[in-house]
């Protein structure tokens, strides 16, 4: 048995010697970095290394090595609360009755599709032929798709080089899909609109992400940014290494938008030494749901003409209105109404096909329109979107139906109507009766859902939730959504997530339960909350 181990010991010594001379043969050319003799294996290094590599080296990565931006960024609407969720919903799964409710409720993201909410046929008959281009000369086609739908593939297709969309694209994105957005713009706004300013990315947040590389600099470079805001924001800005320059929205009138409020953050942060690059300003609002009017949004132009900043504009709930009141102004459409131009103002909108009526989430697709830079700065911009060499084809196709949908006479028409002002009537009739049962709960006030996907109901915790709160080592708002998860498995954000004027608490709920869950989600928040405010009434 001893010979029979020596041997087999000999013969793989043997054989390790041999592959490490050839790999010195192959590369005995390339003397630059390797020995000139071949190496020899060392017993004692053998053995060490051996040793070595049985006890656990440590990890080249700690909290204390990795990039502090990364630290220091968060993102509350899939953080700890949503965790916890998808825990208790994988011990539902496996142990059906172990929590005292049958389902998560998710009201905590935008993201329509994984709540019910069907997609819109045209949409996905398109993107369906343009994935498998083969079947549009089958002669069932015909009856399986619309002819407008038919046509529309063949037109994007002729765009697309080789009609192959399983391949990179221009790093803007397909000529002829920017030219349906161009023209959606114009449409919607009255006033031209450049192909060439548009650039295709994966969602709008990428689109976010590439401005905040080119406007930061340092800690000294500062984003004016909502509060509360969308964390993709707060989120952008640390991990770029900025400084988030917050500005207070008025909860007492709607959740205004003052410029003396603008101004005073202004100058606050310049005191500091801090260079204010951009303003962010989120219409329809996510998370507080309110619709500027068109006189605030000139008040806002005419601010960052002023002082010389960028207007960022994020724009992805623009169909997303449900109040008869208030319409969606874009912001090039304010600007150029005023009569500044391309030389007078820099601006950027946003927009998504994960909002809307559309809620594609996960096809990932949207655009930023770039305007009032100049040539040079427009090149670096297009630098930056060429490292990630394109965005995905489909957003991009989708992107281009959501700014180009079936018109009046088109063979899809009525059937796209009826699904898109089926789904916003729905939402709108949803997010009164979510108001409405905020309203009805005691310490709690809501303010009109005048747009967007989502309430943002302010608290009044009693003290002695807020003491347990601090013995929990936790804010209130977030105290009191874990406890509301684990009683109901309603998912809310806590209003801390977004940002609020400190001493207020708040949660994020969304309207995108679809209506038949609505009422389970009114009775078992109004249970809980009765209960709770009994527990820690003082």
Known sequence: MRKSVAGRLKNALALSYQQNHRRWFLSSSHSRFFSSSPPVLDSAASTSMANSSSSPSPSPLTLQTINPKVLKCEYAVRGEIVTLAQRLQEELQKNPGSHPFDEILYCNIGNPQSLGQQPITFFREVLALCDHPAILDKSETQGLFSADAIERAWQILDQIPGRATGAYSHSQGIKGLRDAIAAGIEARDGYPANPNDIF???????????MMQLLIRSEKDGILCPIPQYPLYSASIALHGGTLVPYYLDEASGWGLETFELKKQLEAAKSKGISVRALVVINPGNPTGQVLAEGNQRDIVEFCKQEGLVLLADEVYQENVYVPDKEFHSFKKVSRSMGYGEEDIALV?????????????GKRGG??????????IREQIYKVASVNLCSNISGQILASLVMSPPKVGDESYESYRAERDGILSSLARRAKTLEDAFNNLEGITCNKAEGAMYLFPCINLPQ????????????????YAHRLLNATGIVFVPGSGFGQIPGTWHFRCTILP?????????SRLTDFHKGFMDEFRD
């Open 367 to 376: 655009y930023m329109e770039v305007t009032g830079f100049s040539a040079d």
């Open 514 to 522: 679809q209506e038949d869950k609505i009422p389970a989600i009114v």
């Open 200 to 210: 295709l990315t994966d969602g709008a947040s990428p689109a976010v992400h590439m």
């Open 349 to 361: 909108s946003f927009q998504s096909v994960s909002k809307g009526y559309y809620g594609e989430c």
């Open 464 to 479: 002695k939730a807020i003491k347990a709160a601090e013995a929990a080592k936790t804010a209130p708002d977030a105290f």
